[in-house]
């Protein structure tokens, strides 16, 4: 039995994984809490983190009916670009900031210029460094709590923290380095010299956690905490991940061909290279998988996030927003949303707003907006496929993950408005499920037994072809000028 942990940035979710029947046994999840301000603030205590493990794990045990003492092993997928700074006694020094943060966005402006801008980020790093990534959080450390600063010890990304808190040890694995914006993604080593440019002292690069292979272990869970979990104390940690690339193992992207899509918080697309193909667009984040090779991916800001503010606005429950959003027409009705609530990373607008164009009295209802939303934040991931196709990345097929991948309304609209098929894995969380099979596989290789990944995600990927979606050409053209409007819209804005 494996234990896959997602600590995501609505909340932790767990599951236990019977590696042989590729069965999923129980599940569990609890909620994490948001600190927000209005200068584009997005934090979280990572206190609530730890709550959220012990109680999500605590229902995944209960629901699967197994004991604790029979999980071999433990994966942990995290939030990519968050920043968890801990002082020398191993404690947490200030809530961590989280990849939707743009409150660094001015000094994420300034580093990039003293790379040389994208063009310069992309030569020497292999991306361009974007508002949210964990770089410009550290400058923003240094120049707004400096007191804070001086007493960084170790500087841990949160599934990074999470794997601290469970062995005691701080290692960071290649793919989630990748989107700290102080790691080269051709080399796979730290970018030390950046950080001398934020610390001349050399303090933060003595502060990096040790880099460890994909495949490797962490060490061995704590007593005290697989005590407090009611966990096997003898479980092995593997390096675990970034949610995005334990998002490719559990929906199985782990060859050229697949694209995996995100519905979640925030929107991603992704898909697996061999080589390092760094995209010459720099929304393109050419970013190392937990796999063994490359994730090219994308993006956007702002998914179900927007779709909620819309459903709590109009006081809507989910079946009900989804029925609105069917009942409205393809461009709903003239109704366009730019659904930038948080800015935008792709497209590239940090500093923008939401907004609507083309209410009219006669389109301003209630299913229109819903579909508009829905709509909007959908032509964003298309915005970012379109960069990944000009790539030369294959989309064959798109698997579909995330909360909005549970609508099959919404999962018609992507296959229509990307022109692809949609398959559903049957278990939408993949993140959890991806780091409950790279643990498998980090502990057949502590053991000697090295068993492939591919033959892992064979056994435990499965599809759920009842909840799939084939693109039609009448809605595919249809959706084309509505796009068309988005991008005329979006190009107003850069």
């Keep these: 039995m494996y234990l896959g942990i997602d600590c995501g940035t609505q909340g932790t979710k767990a599951l236990i994984l019977d590696i042989h029947s590729g069965e999923v046994l129980g599940e569990g999840s609890a909620a994490h809490r948001l600190i927000s301000g209005a200068n584009g603030r997005r934090e979280q205590d990572p206190a609530d983190w730890l709550l959220a493990f012990e109680q999500a794990t605590a ?117 989630d380095a990748s989107g700290t914006g102080y790691f080269n993604v051709r080399t796979r080593t730290w970018d030390t010299a950046l950080l001398e440019l934020i610390d001349p002292s050399g303090a933060l690069v003595k502060a990096l956690p040790e880099l460890i292979e994909s495949h490797r272990c962490v060490g061995t869970i704590r007593p005290q905490i697989a005590e407090r979990l009611g966990l096997n104390p003898r479980a092995l940690v593997a390096s675990g991940g970034g949610d995005n690339m334990m998002g490719a193992i559990g929906t199985g992207n782990i060859a050229p061909g697949a694209i995996t899509m995100s519905l979640g918080t925030s929107g991603t697309v992704y898909a697996y290279a061999e080589q390092p193909q760094v995209s010459p667009h720099p929304q393109v984040a050419t970013f190392c998988s937990s796999s063994g090779g490359w994730l090219p991916l994308i993006c956007t800001m702002n998914l179900t996030n927007a779709s909620g503010a819309i459903r709590d606005l109009l006081g809507l429950d989910v079946d009900s927003f989804g029925t609105l959003v069917g009942e409205a027409p393809i461009g709903a009705g003239g109704v366009l949303m730019l659904p930038f609530l948080n800015g935008e990373r792709v497209p590239a607008l940090p500093q923008a707003t939401a907004s609507l164009h083309g209410l009219t009295a006669e389109n301003l209802t209630r299913a229109n907006l819903c579909r508009a939303v829905v709509e909007g934040t959908t032509f964003g991931l298309r915005y ?55 643990a498998a596989w980090c502990v057949s290789h502590r053991h000697g037994e090295a068993v492939s990944l591919d033959a892992l995600c064979e056994r435990c990927v499965r599809f759920d072809h009842s909840r799939g979606a084939e693109p039609d050409e009448l809605r595919s053209r249809a959706y084309e000028g509505v796009y068309q409007r988005y991008r005329e819209q979006v190009r107003g804005l850069q």
């Excluded at 966005?105 to 949210?132: K, V, W």
């Design 59 to 175: 229902q995944a045990l209960q629901q699967a009916g197994v004991a604790g003492s029979e999980i071999l092993g433990i994966g942990v997928s995290g939030q990519q670009h968050g920043l968890v700074l801990l002082d020398a006694k191993g404690e947490v020094l200030r809530p961590a900031k989280l990849w939707c943060d743009t409150e660094s966005a001015a000094e994420n402006a300034h580093l990039l210029d003293q790379l040389g801008g994208d063009s310069g980020s992309l030569e020497r790093l292999g991306l361009a460094i974007a508002p949210g990534y964990t770089v410009s959080k550290l400058l923003w450390t240094r120049d707004h709590h400096p007191e804070v600063f001086a007493r960084i010890a170790h500087i841990l990304l949160p599934h990074d923290y999470l794997n601290y808190w469970l062995t005691g040890r701080a290692c960071a694995e290649y793919g």
């Design 384 to 438: 970012g496929l379109d960069l990944l196709r000009a790539s030369g990345i294959r989309s064959d097929s798109i698997r579909l993950i995330g909360g909005g991948a549970k609508s099959a309304t919404w999962r018609q609209i992507v296959a229509d408005i990307m022109g692809a098929p949609v398959t559903c894995p049957r278990h939408t969380e993949a993140a959890a499920l991806g780091a409950a099979i790279q």
